[in-house]
């Protein structure tokens, strides 16, 4: 089989539109999708036989528009892949789960579109099963139709907790209580500039009233500070703005503090890569602004892949500048009440790093040696953001907290942490050691 | 109809095509799959292949409950066994 000239990595908005971009063109695209079906984590598709979860117009609309347009362009995709980094050499390595081997592909260019991870506070008791990401609980609605079982309670920051909420309540289950850092009501500047933004408005509106509707109790300006084991069930303390603390017992508990690009250990981007392909970021990956951005993002990466040049069109910067625009906003509409940070009254024995069990306590030991360790020195001696996630769920946090414990040392970023190196997802030793003797074979 | 099973440490499990197996799990009221690497639960928590927290061996192989197809007769195991 001969090697696509154009990989585009993810089959999200991003990725799709990349793709279909691209092949405009007439050369030769393929997409690599880790699941079996396309979408991503907003436009996740339900299993055969469930009806689709209550979206909005505007979402169906974008969906039903880009994967017809996907379907009819006829654009490969390797299904159930994953894509693990570029060697050395410039070969793209794609894990195919199918058969268990590893891939090495000679593309001309990649487009990476590996979208975004939620952004979560470290919390007492957050690695407990039950306790996920608010957006993880979204994604299994959207597969398999049915809301998550028992009382729910969510907690963190942003519209995203209110659509969860919204969501499960229209699938039957409404959530015990939405407990928000923020206060978007009492934002009067950024919640009218918000009339700017009409589509978002409305879909916002739409799931208040859904809140409204079956009662869901949204605390504003509140905080989930610890979570404990009580029997089979959780107890949830929640921190109101007046310093008052109330407990709530649940099942399930979603958490979510905003979004990030998922970018952890990806090759840096580059137009004239000295040996290897042109390697290109699209969409959330590049910079979390949501679907309509990414879809956007995707149709300039896909240029650019053809183009290798920095040449895009008026209309998509547009649309990527007008979603940053909202992005901004809704930032300062959810922002925090409370001028403390949700890390700085951590105790000690709160997980930080779930991967490798490590926690507040052992970062600020590193933190108090004579010494300043850099990131990557507390990802050495430490073992924080050197677990299977590869930082995606502590380096950001932990960063922060190494500003904190030693402000007068320079200041590391999440990237310092994690470092960029390939396989970005863990595979077997095995199935590389196989790949290599393979591309040893046909030298 | 005849209903699509996969095993996990011992009980059998039903699940409908098309659906993940943390997804198929989670309709039967299952939140951990047994013993991680550390000692801790194996349990789904950002769904979408990231976090690494729902690690499992499914017919051997290490992957994510989260994003992997739940086939019928699989056999998913913890990423370690320990003597209890």
Redesign the interface.
């Known amino acids: 089989m001969r090697d696509p000239d154009i990989l585009v990595i993810g089959g999200g908005p991003a990725g799709m539109s990349a793709a279909l971009e691209a092949a405009r063109s007439g050369l030769a695209v393929e997409l690599v999708e880790q699941r079996e079906s396309l979408g991503g984590a907003i436009y996740r598709q339900p299993i055969e036989g469930v009806q689709v979860i209550p979206q909005s117009a505007g979402a169906r609309g974008r969906w039903a528009a880009l994967s017809q347009a996907f379907s009819k362009a006829a654009i490969p995709v390797r299904f159930g892949s994953v894509f693990l980094g570029v060697d050395g050499h410039g070969y793209v390595l794609v894990e195919n789960r199918q058969n268990g081997l590893v891939e090495c592909l000679s593309p001309r260019a990649v487009v990476l579109a590996t979208g975004a991870v939620e952004h979560v506070h470290p919390r007492p008791g957050w690695q407990f099963a039950g306790v996920s990401t608010a957006g993880g609980l979204q994604v299994m609605m959207k597969e398999t139709g049915t809301a998550p079982r028992g009382s729910v309670l969510l907690a963190g920051s942003g519209p995203l907790l209110i659509a969860v909420a919204a969501q499960m309540a229209r699938l039957g289950n409404p959530p015990l209580a939405i407990v928000e850092s923020g206060d978007p009501y009492r934002r009067i500047m950024p919640g009218l500039s918000m009339l700017g933004f009409p589509k978002l408005l409305a879909e916002a509106l739409g799931y208040l009233k859904d809140i409204h509707l079956h009662r869901i109790p949204w605390l504003r300006g509140s905080r989930l500070v610890r979570i404990e084991r009580q029997g089979e069930r959780f107890s949830a303390v929640v921190r109101a703005g007046d310093g008052s603390q109330s407990t709530f017992v649940c099942d399930r508990i979603g958490l979510h503090d905003g979004i990030r690009p998922n970018d952890y250990g990806l090759p840096q981007a580059s137009s004239e890569a000295a040996a290897g392909p042109v390697i290109l970021r699209a969409g959330d990956c590049r910079e979390a602004l949501g679907a309509i951005a990414a879809e956007a993002d995707g149709r300039r990466a896909g240029r650019l892949a053809i183009q290798g040049v920095a040449a895009s069109a008026a209309d998509d910067i547009g649309k990527i500048d007008r979603q940053r625009r909202a992005q901004a906003l809704l930032a300062r509409l959810f922002a925090p009440v409370d001028d403390r940070s949700a890390l700085d009254e951590l105790a000690d024995d709160t997980l930080l790093c779930r991967c490798e069990g490590k926690t507040v306590g052992d970062l600020r030991n590193l933190c108090q040696r004579v010494d300043s360790l850099t990131g990557r020195e507390v990802k050495h001696n430490g073992r924080f953001a050197m677990g299977a996630c590869q930082g995606r769920f502590c380096a950001a946090n932990t960063a922060a907290l190494m500003a904190r414990f030693k402000p007068e040392a320079p200041a590391s970023s999440a990237a310092d942490l994690t470092g960029r190196r390939w396989p970005v997802r863990p595979v077997s030793i095995g199935a590389l050691v196989r790949a290599a003797s393979r591309d040893n074979d046909t030298q | 109809m005849t209903e699509d099973t996969f095993r996990l440490m011992g009980r059998t499990i039903s699940f ?5 197996i ?2 198929a799990l ?2 039967v ?1 299952v ?2 799959y047994g013993p991680d690497a ?1 000692g ?14 729902c ?1 499992v061996r499914v017919d051997g ?3 994510e409950a ?4 739940a086939r019928p007769g699989m056999s998913v195991e913890p990423m370690e066994r320990r003597n209890a």
Request: glycine share 12%.
């Open positions: 409908r095509a098309g659906e993940s943390a997804a989670q309709a009221g939140l951990t550390l801790n639960e194996t349990r789904c928590f950002c769904g979408i292949g990231a976090c690494q927290c690690l192989v290490v992957r989260c994003i992997t197809l």
